[in-house]
């Protein structure tokens, strides 16, 4: 069956960087685009892009095109996501996810805290 | 950007009553295809979201039959039948219809 299975939490200090990674199994990793989505504490979802896993070519939505980093290890079947120069408002959950047209798959999420 | 309104913000629901959440987009979301692309999500707490309904009317898999869902090209409705304890968490639409997708901002399903 498909799994997407993220890192761990993270606890980061403004103007750090880290990477967060989502391993996938069950199908071939290029068949499907990887999504990314925030999810701020107590808040709903924002899309904030996706990544070609044939290509390796990333868009971003509007609100992630600066710091934001989506890049692919393909023969590890994983996705990862940067985010440099950490901001308070980086706060949140991140998931990867796998969004068809007739399904999805969701990561367990990444939380992430931005705190001094 | 697609905006999407859900309505309302919360509902509380007696176990075994019917509950409904509204949906409605500033676009019609009725593809060149035929396909209407809304979809339905519920976030159980601590959870990832998880795909109840595809293409506006169809069940995902796994899904129970006590989720139903309709609508036009701008104005969808999700009902809920037989509330059970499970069905508790915050249910969101969605759009893939054009990049980028988006979600209206939720509704919390408590029970009384």
């Known amino acids: 069956q498909i799994q997407l299975v993220q890192s761990g939490p993270e606890l980061k200090k403004p103007g750090e960087s880290l990477k967060i990674s989502c391993k996938a199994s069950g199908y071939t990793f290029t068949d499907y685009a990887m999504q990314w989505v925030k999810q701020a504490p107590g808040k709903g979802l924002q899309y904030m892009g996706w990544i070609n896993t044939q290509t390796g070519k990333p868009t971003y939505a509007d609100d992630f095109k600066e710091r934001f980093v989506f890049s692919l290890e393909t023969s590890a079947s994983t996705a990862y996501l940067q985010i440099n120069n950490l901001k308070n408002e980086d706060t949140a959950t991140y998931f990867c996810a796998l969004m068809g047209g007739l399904f999805d798959y969701w990561g367990q999420g990444v939380m992430v805290t931005v705190s001094s | 950007d697609i905006v999407l309104t859900q309505a309302p913000l919360s509902v509380s629901v007696t176990p075994g009553e019917s509950a409904s959440i509204s949906c409605r987009s500033s676009?019609?979301?009725?593809?060149?295809?035929?396909?209407?692309?809304l979809y339905w999500y519920l976030q159980r707490p601590g959870k990832s979201p998880q795909l109840l309904i595809y293409?506006?009317?169809n069940l995902a898999s796994g899904v129970p039959d006590r989720f139903s869902s309709s609508g036009s090209e701008t104005d969808f409705t999700l009902k809920i039948s037989k509330v059970e304890t499970e069905d508790v968490g915050v249910y969101y639409c969605?759009?893939?219809?054009?990049?980028?997708?988006?979600f209206g901002a939720g509704t919390k399903l408590e029970l009384k």
């Open positions: 293409q506006m009317s």
């Open positions: 676009k019609s979301l009725l593809s060149s295809k035929g396909i209407t692309s």
């Open positions: 969605g759009h893939r219809l054009e990049y980028p997708p988006t």
